[in-house]
Structures are given as structure tokens and as C-alpha cells.
């Protein structure tokens, strides 16, 4: 479970709480709701009750001592599961004899479309007892369902509510109840299941949680074996240098690129610092939304990281090209050489092409300094505020509860966003990709060439050995292909 506090109140005898709270909302995974949540003592005003999230059980008397209660709206997994274990506590509502239409309690079932033979778990729903349960919005299409919900509210009453909130009263006469409730086969919904956005909330959750768990083996892994490749290619590159090695270049991109691959992983390790899965989760340190973790997540994970990751894929696809033209000489990547001063002026390019395509980190995101915020799904709270699409120096720049919908986004900010997505995630990905693929190729014609002159030459054992070397080879460069994917900075 991402939450194991789970809220509740002690009764205390003897002791009066002076409670005036009206309205309850509550952001709930997976727990239950009982009297201990919903304390008498400290909700006993409360009007307007909001539950959000995934609910395991409701216990029936959980709402029934509450006399102010007006409105119940829950934002849950309305699904079978729900639906056959959970309605009992609307029996316990306004039981009292003495209620009027004041006393009337409205329900909301958030993004439940009430189905029609859904309403074999309403047959018992209580009659005349000033309890709507309805749709969210005036002017809806009502289903059968909706009616014998309505039509159970207060006598002719329910009509009244029949007109308000559904766009075709007229149906009603077409609604068969002794025949929908009679066709009740509880069987046949029991697969039915209904996720709501709560529900892909905490999923995405547990996969931060995941890649949280995953993180800081994949960084030890990395710095451990990118160490490795910088101490093994420095000791070989001095012999290579004396030797006037062809493939030096290639050895030194390998090197550099190393070096990269473990300042990334250095970085990224304390990115941890800045997760927190959830505000009372398994993982969030009391230091995540601090202004100086904020900082250290968009300057240095961000800005710094975004840079290494470019230049480390950059040098990913340079590697792939030598290797190709290590095995093709007269392809068309060996006519282009860079000497001298024209080696230095692409060097140069390539890094200020690198800041500017990741200067977008610095300037659209910004330190969320409300840190007694608490999370919510709908406002998309963030610390720090990233990819606002709003420049941090224009004169109305996002606010932490930021709406995607109501804001203009700058044009120029969300360009550079694209050609960062486009070069690293895209382009040099399928750059690598297809010149892989052509090294294989040349190597696969290389090898039969070989077996054929050995063939030829009655070489049977060096024929054995050559196959052996082929998909000992092969093998090693599809495995390198597919750990480079998935540890792009292992």
C-alpha cells in the first residue's frame, strides 16, 4: 500500500469537542469507512461529506448519526465489487419520522453512468425518505435506473426531481421495473469493473514507487561499470596511441562517453531526494519540498542531466558510425572527416545546440514554495513546477495548481520542448537504431565471406570456428543494443 496512516479518532468520554466543521473532504486508497474515520465527536456539524479515491468497505452506520448531513458525494471505484458490498449504509439514512424535504440528503456517485440492469443492487433503496441519489448534472440523459431512484425520493416528490435533472422525463413511462428487477443475476456483473481517475492516480503511483525502488540500482550499476570502462580505455588508450591504433577515435568517443554516462548517474542518484510518492506514502522524504532539493532537481537533474543525456547519446551514435566504418571503408560516413579547426568549430556547435535545446528546464520551471500543500491529482501539484510552457520572467507564470486549460502557453517554450524530444528520444534513437541494423548486416556478409574462401580451402575447422565467433558476436551487439535502451545512462 502507498498510505498506511490511515486516519481515525479516539472517543473520549466525557469530553466535548467544539467542533464546527461542515465540510469533510477526503483523498482515501484503499481503506475503510467506519465511525472511527467519521468521528461523531468531531463531525458532528458536518454538511457536505466528499469521499475520494479507492474505498475497500462502508461500514452501514457510518453516516447514520449525522443530522446536518445534506450532501454525500463519492468519488470511487463504483464498480461490482462496490456496488454488492457497499450500499447497506444508505439504509441508515434519515431514519427519522420526523424528517421534512429540509432534511433532504442528495448522493452522488461520481462518473457512474447508472446502468439499467444495475438496478438489482437498488431494489432495496429506501422509499419516501428524502434521499436523492442522482446524476452529477442538470439536464441529463436518465436511464430506468435514475428513475426508480428518483421515483423512491418522497412520493410525488421524486417527479419533480424527474424534471430537474433529466433531459427525458418522458421515458419514464417506458421503464418495465417489475420486469428489469425480475431479470436480477447478480452473476453476470460480477467481472464488471469501472476505474475512475483516482484509480489511475495511485496506479501511476506504484509505478513511481517502482522505478523509485529501481533507481538506486540501476545508478550503482551504472557508476560501477561506467568506472570500469574509464580505467580499462584509459590503460588501452596509451598503448593504442603508441601503436597508432585506426579505431583510436572510436575508443576515445567510448571513454568520453563513459565519463558522461557516470556523471549522469552520479546526478540522478540524488534525484531521489526530490520523489515523494505520495504525501504520506512509503517514500517522501521530509526534505523533498525543500527550496534547495527544488533547485537541485531543476538546475542540476534537469538542466545539467538533460545536457549529459544529449551529449551521451550524441556520443552513442558516433561510437555506432565508427564501428559501421571500422567494417565498411568506403562507406559513405568514412568521407567525412573533420580536421583541425573544422573539428573544433563542430565541437563548439554541438554544445551550444545541446545548452540551447535544454535551456527550457531553467527557464519554464520554478520552485514551488507552498510546501504545506498537501497532494491532489486534479491540481497536478508539483515541487518544483516543470514544463509550465510559461517563461519564468513573463508576467503571469503558472501557479503551482496549475490547469493546462486555462493558460496560453508560449509557443517558443513548447518548440524547444519538441526538438529536445525530437533529437534525444527520436531521431538519434532511430539514427542508432538503423546504423546498427547496418552493422549487423556488414558483419553477417563479412563472416559468409569468410566461410566461403575457407570453404573453398577445405577449412572445416576454421569454418566452426568462425560460425561459433559470428553469433558470439552477433549476440553481443544486439544484447549491447538492448541494454543501451534500457539503461540509456547505465
Not at 425520493?153 to 422525463?169: A, H, S, V
Not at 588501452?236 to 557516470?262: A, C, D, G, P, R
Not at 552520479?266 to 519540498?289: D, K, T
Not at 577449412?459 to 553469433?471: M, P, R, S, V, W
Request: charged residues 20%; aromatic residues 18%; contains cysteine.
Amino acid at each position: 500500500m502507498i498510505k498506511r496512516n490511515l486516519l481515525g479518532f479516539k472517543e473520549v468520554d466525557n469530553f466535548d469537542i467544539d467542533s464546527n466543521i461542515k465540510i469533510a473532504i477526503f483523498d482515501l486508497y484503499k481503506i475503510n469507512i467506519n465511525r472511527k474515520l467519521l468521528s461523531l465527536q468531531v463531525f458532528k456539524n458536518v454538511r457536505d461529506i466528499y469521499l475520494n479515491g479507492q474505498l475497500k468497505l462502508i461500514y452501514e452506520k457510518s453516516f447514520s448519526y449525522f443530522d446536518d448531513l445534506r450532501t454525500l458525494s463519492i468519488n470511487a471505484n463504483i464498480d461490482f465489487n462496490f456496488l454488492s458490498q457497499n450500499l447497506n449504509f444508505i439504509n441508515f439514512l434519515n431514519t427519522n419520522l420526523n424528517i421534512t424535504i429540509n432534511n433532504t440528503i442528495t448522493m452522488y456517485f461520481n462518473d457512474y453512468q447508472f446502468p439499467n440492469e444495475d438496478i438489482c443492487f437498488f431494489k432495496g433503496f429506501p422509499r419516501n425518505r428524502f434521499i436523492s441519489l442522482g446524476p452529477e448534472l442538470y439536464g441529463t440523459q436518465c436511464t430506468c435506473l435514475n428513475f426508480w431512484l428518483f421515483n423512491n425520493y418522497f412520493y410525488d416528490e421524486g417527479m419533480k426531481l424527474i424534471k430537474d435533472y433529466c433531459l427525458n422525463p418522458q421515458d419514464f413511462d417506458t421503464c418495465n421495473f417489475t420486469l428489469l428487477t425480475k431479470k436480477c443475476d447478480l452473476k453476470l456483473y460480477e467481472t464488471k469493473s469501472v476505474k475512475t481517475q483516482f484509480d489511475y492516480f495511485y496506479d501511476s503511483e506504484l509505478l513511481s514507487l517502482f522505478a523509485t525502488i529501481l533507481t538506486p540500482f540501476v545508478c550503482v550499476l551504472g557508476l560501477v561499470t561506467n568506472m570500469i570502462n574509464m580505467i580499462i580505455f584509459k590503460y588501452y588508450m596509451k598503448i593504442f596511441v603508441k601503436k597508432k591504433e585506426m579505431n583510436l577515435m572510436m575508443y576515445q568517443f567510448m571513454f568520453y562517453n563513459s565519463i558522461l554516462n557516470f556523471l549522469y548517474c552520479f546526478i540522478y542518484i540524488f534525484h531521489l531526494l526530490n520523489v515523494c510518492i505520495s504525501i504520506n506514502g512509503v517514500y517522501c522524504l521530509f526534505i523533498s519540498r525543500s527550496e534547495i532539493v527544488q533547485y537541485y532537481e531543476i538546475v542540476i537533474v534537469d538542466f545539467l542531466g538533460g545536457i549529459l543525456k544529449v551529449l551521451s547519446n550524441i556520443f552513442n551514435l558516433s561510437i555506432s558510425i565508427k564501428r559501421y566504418v571500422s567494417l565498411e571503408k568506403n562507406s559513405l560516413f568514412s568521407k567525412f572527416k573533420l580536421n583541425g579547426l573544422w573539428k573544433k568549430f563542430t565541437f563548439l556547435l554541438i554544445i551550444i545546440f545541446v545548452f540551447l535545446v535544454n535551456i527550457d528546464k531553467l527557464l519554464t520551471s520554478s520552485v514551488n514554495k507552498d510546501n504545506l500543500m498537501n497532494d491532489n491529482y486534479m491540481g497536478y501539484l508539483e515541487f518544483p513546477i516543470k514544463n509550465t510552457f510559461t517563461g519564468l520572467f513573463d508576467s503571469e507564470f503558472v501557479s503551482s495548481g496549475r490547469s493546462y486549460l486555462s493558460k496560453a502557453k508560449k509557443p517558443f517554450y513548447f518548440a524547444i520542448f519538441c526538438i529536445n524530444f525530437v533529437i534525444n528520444d527520436l531521431f538519434i534513437f532511430l539514427a542508432i537504431t538503423i546504423v546498427d541494423v547496418f552493422l549487423l548486416i556488414k558483419f553477417k556478409s563479412n563472416m559468409t565471406y569468410k566461410n566461403r574462401f575457407f570453404g573453398k580451402n577445405n577449412f572445416d575447422g576454421k569454418i566452426k570456428k568462425n560460425d561459433e565467433k559470428n553469433l558470439r558476436i552477433t549476440t553481443t551487439i544486439i544484447v549491447n543494443y538492448v541494454l543501451r535502451r534500457l539503461l540509456r545512462f547505465a
